[in-house]
């Protein structure tokens, strides 16, 4: 099912195609001055969420793409978010999912898991941080959300040496699965709930009926990746 889900996306169109492509690049990351702020309300109007900066934390202008490891093979295409006292960044997908099949995000978690630990010999509840409901609905008006910490991380992303990693997932049914990828440095990792703190709110599923539109989603997906190419 995971595999039908996924060619059910990446067969729309070549363009879609051609991003899937682009972020196998490892750690590549282009310019996005005045693109994210723009693309962040394009997916809270598509989307029917809101889709925040998180709080003090500041818009560094970029687009990352994320891998769990650089055997992995497909990646991430993230917008890119830094705390004032630079121990901390957290990156949002650009482009939410929003599959059929309800077992998506743990699937896909058993699958980065796979190949950060280079096995498949391990119980993902092991891994896995799970917000209670009442949390959950609290922070986010989301039905669940997963945390695991990428194992033996060691990033150099600018300034500051990252060397921890956690992945977050937001779901809700009928809704798009939200993801991020949070950095810490080693004074950051000691003040990682408070950071997590910073995007409550900020993420938001909204109420009411939400059905994807297609189309729009798809015109915009290839008008915000062109707009993003075309200034580097």
Partial sequence: MFTKTVFYYLRKSSFIVGLFLYTLVDGATLSAQYAVSDGLDSIE????IKYEIPKDFKDLNTVQSWKPNKSSPGGTFCYVFESKDKQ??????VFPAYPECTCYTRDKIYRELKSVLDTDDFILNDYLHILSVNEAQARFNADSVFFYNVPTVAFNMGAEIFTHCTRMFITKPNKPVLDFVWYFTDEGKKKEKKYLQKISKRIWYNDGDWNVDDRRWEEWMKKHFEELTNKN
């Fill in 45 to 48: 109007a598509i989307f029917h």
């Fill in 88 to 93: 901390c960044r957290v990156l949002y997908n």
